[in-house]
Nanobody
């Protein structure tokens, strides 16, 4: 049974940090590109960050709005992908979702698995 379970969300103030985690099970984690998306109230879901896996290592990708503030990483031994979010802004408020795409190349044609999401709320 495939599972993606996000954790680490919460209510913070502007400028604070949070670290999201997504624990994966039921599929070959190392063969998948792992991504974070978010959906704010009344808005469409948007891409936040992704990390791929290749012979040369991990390659990260970010949307412009989070570059320099967010860092994505993965631990293949723990089947977990992380999103370190620093200097949070009010506009980062959203439900954050973890997603997996096969193969691990970038960009993916489609996403195969999705998590249930974790809420991040940033007060101004």
């Amino acid at each position: 049974q495939v599972q993606l379970v996000e954790s680490g969300g919460g209510l913070v103030q502007t400028g604070d940090s949070l670290r999201l985690a997504c624990a994966a099970s039921g599929f070959a984690f190392k063969s998948y590109a792992m991504s974070w998306f978010r959906q704010a109230p009344g808005k469409e879901r948007e891409f936040v960050a992704a990390v791929t896996e290749s012979w040369s290592g991990h390659s990260p990708y970010y949307t412009d709005a989070v570059k320099g503030r967010f860092t994505i990483s993965r631990d293949n031994a723990k089947n977990t992908v992380y999103l370190q979010m620093n200097n949070l802004k009010f506009e980062d408020t959203a439900v954050y979702y973890c997603a997996a795409a096969w193969p691990t190349s970038w960009p993916p044609l489609e996403y195969d698995y999705w998590g249930q999401g974790t809420q991040v709320a940033v007060s101004s």
